[in-house]
């Protein structure tokens, strides 16, 4: 498990609801990112459920693994659950077959100047010494380094994310954020 934590100069209502809403617009500026597309969207009173596809940039993978994964299959599926004090996630990476791979929360809190603190929470699960990418087996040290790989790409979305929302409260929106 890991955690990480970012500082933002808005209210931590109007972050939550940047990170929920604004994630098909930001989403494709986050490294190792090409798309993300909405799937579904269900709301009641007490939260809002959503489900997101992720196509990835193959660049960002090493070259060793830019030859066993085409970069259709450079994907990953993501399901939300956000109330009024953060959300909780989990992510399936395809190539990697049943999930979730990792799972994890936001939390916005109140920062003691009126700002907020967005609090990431997150798991790496499920790359077992057992498992394989489309046939091919990992082994102790595939598993490692694959955990590794996620890890890193996962905190750099993350801060980037964070940055991207900032930029995009603060009125610095470009017509990417705008959409």
Same mark, same amino acid.
């Given at each position: 498990?890991? #955690? %990480? ?5 808005? *209210? ?24 993300? $597309?909405?799937? +579904? !969207?269900?709301?009641? &009173?007490? *939260?809002?459920?959503?489900?997101? =596809? /992720?196509?990835? &940039? ?20 993501? =399901?939300? +659950?956000? #109330?009024?004090?953060?959300?909780? /996630?989990? @992510? #399936? @990476? &395809? ?5 979730? %791979? ?14 907020? $603190?967005?609090?990431?929470? *997150?798991?790496?699960?499920?790359? #077992?010494?057992?498992? &394989? @990418? ?12 694959? $955990? =590794?790989?996620? %890890? ?6 993350? $801060?980037?994310? !964070? !940055?991207? @929302?900032?930029? /995009? ?11």
């Amino acid at each position: 498990m890991f #955690t %990480h934590v970012f500082r933002l100069d808005h *209210a931590p209502d109007a972050v939550l609801a940047a990170h929920r809403d604004g994630l098909v617009g930001f989403g494709p500026s986050l490294p190792g990112v090409a798309s993300v $597309e909405r799937l +579904t !969207t269900v709301a009641s &009173d007490r *939260a809002v459920h959503l489900a997101h =596809r /992720w196509h990835g &940039d193959p660049a960002c993978l090493p070259r060793l693994l830019r030859s066993v994964v085409p970069a259709d299959r450079f994907v990953w599926h993501d =399901r939300s +659950t956000w #109330t009024q004090d953060g959300g909780t /996630w989990a @992510i #399936t @990476i &395809d190539v990697l077959g049943p999930g979730p %791979h990792l799972s994890g929360s936001h939390r916005f809190l109140p920062a003691a100047d009126g700002g907020c $603190e967005v609090v990431l929470e *997150a798991s790496v699960l499920g790359l #077992t010494l057992g498992g &394989d @990418i489309l046939g091919v087996p990992l082994g102790r040290w595939g598993a490692r380094v694959l $955990e =590794r790989l996620v %890890h890193d790409m996962l905190a750099g979305v993350a $801060e980037a994310s !964070t !940055t991207r @929302i900032a930029e /995009w409260m603060s009125g610095r929106r470009d017509r990417d954020l705008a959409a």
